[in-house]
């Protein structure tokens, strides 16, 4: 047996750290929101002494954050391995915002901190405690972790490690931490060479059989091809260049909003779709309208987002590492009825769904863990998709959390920026809301606020469709059928809203909170 220890990334954990660029770091994030409660010190500010051991009590469960990358020399693959000088004092920080501790201020401090990328030489995560936020009564949590140690589903999970269900504060004695000792190059190069020599194979086994391969059949060459093919005609024909796309520069805006996740789960009942159709829908409204703004015509552009879907099984660790497809979905942006805009785009993930598009990512994925990491660096961009944009949704628990005894009022995702992409949009729901969260470059998005306004309001435009559509069909159920005249009755629609009619009272009256 080895004297060391090493654990070496996946080629889809590895292709996030390949994809990253001095403007594009490709950490994920979330912004929680808490009451102080007992967090609360005398002077107004929070313990942070009980917070820190909070979190050293659990970090046992996530043995991830306690390790760093080292690079296996020649082959240049990254490997994980216990980080002997860990100190957590590092990666939790503390600070405090100036009063009076407005929303406005947290959001351009925070802005400043997600935009810098995480120091490689560390564990790859930060914690910022930021208090003073609403005169001391709440605090905020940013919580930065590279999309190589995580997806969306597992930071769902690890969520649910980091908080309690409970308000009582139970905090364990943290256990003796006791790193194990990490490989010398030569013994890295010693490994790497073994591997080589069963590349050959491995590249056919993995094409043929793909991730299932160990347990059961694959999907077979035909589909996985069929897949490829459907991400290489969107990669020929690019998506149109639009005002929201561009070179990245350094700096980052971040808004959030918060919608009843009962009305959207309303919606999908009266449409039979899913929540993650009405969010594509709601996001379609919306980028309509910017871009009307910005003096775009909608109805000459092909723009798509990237949909991240999940492939995590129930036999993966959902505590570490990535399992994650994605879909390119075109936005019907054409159309100004927001049934119209929701039929369409329900009709093209469905169509994803039973194409077996996510093999698509999945293939490359299963090839580049043969292949050498140059190559991997050229499959990172074209796995992430050919977007204008990129949406993902991410369900949360729906019962209250806790931290330290400090209530979470709302936890607000934030998604690393695509390839000349200047604008990620993430939702979590949690406790009967639907948290959005928006990251977008400072200069190629400078009105991200209004954009925000655009959600709410598309999301409105919806809800009222879905209420009209849900009433005549309830007055056709209860009608008897009228006498036959020739025509087909016309079903009831609302009037679509014209894009000149949106002035400020039109934003000012749709009735959503943000923050």
Request: hydrophobic content about 40%; overall charge negative; some cysteine.
């Amino acid at each position: 047996m080895a004297r060391y220890s090493y654990d070496r990334l996946s080629a889809q954990d590895a292709s996030f750290l390949f994809a990253e660029r001095e403007n594009q770091p490709m950490h994920v994030g979330g912004l929680a929101i808490f009451e102080s409660g007992p967090l609360r010190r005398d002077d107004g500010g929070i313990d942070i002494e009980a917070y820190q051991r909070a979190v050293e009590s659990v970090l046992h469960w996530i043995p991830r954050y306690r390790q760093k990358l080292e690079w296996i020399p020649l082959e240049g693959w990254p490997v994980w391995v216990d980080d002997r000088q860990f100190d957590l004092g590092y990666h939790i920080r503390h600070l405090s915002l100036p009063k009076p501790g407005t929303l406005a201020q947290l959001k351009e401090m925070t802005a400043r901190i997600h935009a810098r990328p995480l120091d490689r030489r560390h564990p790859l995560w930060e914690m910022w405690v930021i208090e003073g936020v609403e005169g001391g009564e709440q605090f905020a949590l940013l919580n930065k972790i590279h999309h190589c140690m995580i997806d969306g589903a597992a930071g769902a999970d690890l969520s649910q490690i980091l908080l309690s269900p409970s308000p009582r504060v139970e905090t364990a004695d943290p256990l003796p931490y006791m790193p194990r000792a990490a490989p010398s190059s030569v013994e890295l190069m010693t490994d790497s060479l073994a591997r080589t020599l069963g590349r050959p194979l491995g590249l056919a086994r993995g094409l043929v059989f793909g991730k299932a391969a160990e347990s059961e059949p694959g999907p077979g060459l035909s589909r996985r091809f069929g897949a490829l093919a459907q991400m290489l005609r969107f990669a020929v024909a690019p998506a149109s260049d639009t005002p929201i796309n561009g070179e990245l520069g350094p700096h980052r805006r971040l808004e959030w909003l918060t919608m009843p996740l009962d009305d959207v789960k309303e919606m999908r009942r009266v449409f039979g779709c899913t929540i993650n159709d009405v969010v594509l829908a709601t996001v379609c409204g919306a980028m309509r309208r910017y871009l009307f703004r910005r003096r775009v015509d909608s109805r000459q552009i092909d723009f798509r987002v990237a949909a991240p879907v999940s492939t995590r099984r129930d036999d993966h660790d959902r505590r570490q590492g990535n399992h994650v497809s994605s879909w390119v979905v075109p936005l019907p942006l054409g159309c100004d009825d927001p049934i119209d805009q929701l039929q369409a785009i329900q009709k093209q993930t469905t169509e994803l769904k039973d194409s077996g598009a996510s093999l698509a990512v999945d293939t490359i994925m299963e090839l580049a863990e043969w292949l050498p990491a140059p190559l991997l660096s050229m499959g990172a961009r074209l796995a992430s998709g050919p977007a204008n944009a990129i949406v993902t949704n991410v369900p949360g628990p729906q019962f209250p959390l806790y931290s330290v005894g400090a209530r979470l009022l709302g936890l607000y995702p934030l998604v690393p920026l695509l390839p000349g992409g200047g604008l990620g949009i993430a939702l979590f729901s949690y406790e009967g809301k639907l948290c959005w969260g928006f990251n977008a470059d400072y200069e190629i998005v400078p009105d991200l606020g209004v954009f925000v306004d655009d959600v709410r309001l598309a999301f409105e435009q919806l809800r009222f469709a879905a209420v009209s559509e849900y009433m005549h069909r309830r007055t056709a159920e209860s009608e008897p059928p009228p006498e036959s005249t020739g025509s087909e009755p016309t079903p009831l629609r609302p009037e679509p809203l014209q894009l000149a009619e949106l002035t400020a009272p039109d934003l000012a009256e749709t009735g959503a909170s943000a923050g």
